[in-house]
């Protein structure tokens, strides 16, 4: 059993996932009627969110987010959400593409 883990993903090594133990707090059952997609979106939707209320985002400021990863691409929904007028996002194409951002809310995509 992994002993120094804070939260699953985080402080083990999980190449070989299904070999890991952990506390039974960490787990949580998901029912078979659930879908998986949304779930799979949860933590990164929790790690989005708790960034965001550090942030102070008010509606009509400008935003700038670095990375075009599903943080990245859920971030610009979320600041969208908060009222952000502006959304100029910094990333790679290889991550995310310019459709991609500009659904979930981008004003601007510049590649790096």
């Not at 960490?26 to 989005?48: G, N, Q, S, W, Y």
């Amino acid at each position: 059993m992994c002993e120094s883990v804070e939260e699953l993903g985080k402080g083990c090594e999980l190449q070989l996932a299904q070999y890991v133990a952990v506390d039974c707090s960490m787990v949580h059952t998901i029912h078979d009627e659930v879908p998986r997609k949304p779930v799979a979106l949860t933590a990164i939707a929790a790690d989005v969110a708790s960034s965001l209320t550090k942030a102070n985002i008010i509606p009509g400021d400008s935003v700038l987010v670095i990375g075009s990863d599903m943080h990245a691409l859920v971030g610009i929904a979320f600041v969208r959400c908060l009222g952000a007028d502006y959304i100029c996002v910094v990333g790679q194409l290889a991550d995310a593409s310019v459709a991609q951002a500009t659904a979930c809310g981008a004003s601007q995509f510049i590649e790096w």
